[in-house]
Nanobody, 125 residues
């Protein structure tokens, strides 16, 4: 059983940046399609970004385009989510998910087998 661990969350003021990290315990993420979803209080979990396992093609939710970047560091077997120009409505718990292989629809939560416990991001005005 693979366990994903997210880190890097915190409390920041609007306009600032955070970088979230996702690592797998005892495994390498290089062969997994990896995603980030987020869930704000009282809202559904929504797709943030994903990166495919091979060609490293990236995908983003509309709100994330131009502000967030997902990328891999294969040497560290880590997937990062760089978040810039954060706004109060980015406040949420951010979750890392992974699937060993090709994901047909990267923005669907059900495509991913493994999930972390989440890291909290709070953005104040």
């Amino acid at each position: 059983q693979m366990h994903l661990v997210e880190s890097g969350g915190g409390a920041v003021q609007a306009g600032n940046s955070l970088r979230l990290s996702c690592v797998a315990s005892g495994r390498t993420l290089t062969t997994y399609t990896v995603c980030w979803f987020r869930q704000a209080p009282g809202k559904e979990r929504e797709f943030v970004a994903a990166i495919r396992r091979t060609e490293a093609t990236t995908y983003y939710g509309d709100f994330a385009k131009g502000r967030f970047t997902i990328y891999r560091d294969n040497a560290k077997s880590t997937v990062f989510l760089q978040m810039n120009s954060l706004q109060p409505n980015d406040t949420a718990v951010y979750y890392c998910g992974a699937y060993l292989g090709w994901v047909g629809t990267v923005g669907q939560r059900k495509e991913y087998t493994y999930w972390g416990q989440g890291t909290e991001v709070t953005v104040s005005v």
